[in-house]
């Protein structure tokens, strides 16, 4: 992969220069950027289905927003029954109303 020309060709496009946009090709390049877990994405699929806010969905989910941030930044992994409980709320955004019966 030809950094510097895909680069070239990127602003070109799009008509301006774009100052972080090679660190960002050699980082794909190496592999070295950002890592997104199927875990991170399920958290964040299941709190957008509710509607809520991190701060909303962390209670009516009985965890700490921390917590809900450190899942939803990858920097932990929710546990297996918090995964199956999100998977419900993704396929049942209705359940996480009423959580808080």
Wanted: charged share 25%; proline share 6%.
């Amino acid at each position: 992969m030809n950094v510097e020309k895909i680069a070239k060709a990127i602003e070109a496009d799009a008509g301006e220069s774009l100052p972080d946009l090679r660190q960002a090709l050699e980082e794909a390049r190496t592999r070295a950027g950002r890592v997104t877990t199927p875990e991170q994405i399920l958290v964040r699929q299941a709190r957008e289905a509710s509607n809520m806010t991190q701060a909303a969905f962390a209670e009516r989910i009985g965890t700490p927003v921390a917590t809900l941030r450190d899942w939803e930044q990858g920097r932990f992994a929710p546990p297996g029954a918090v995964l199956c409980l999100l998977r419900l709320i993704i396929k049942h955004p209705e359940l996480a109303a009423e959580l808080a019966a």
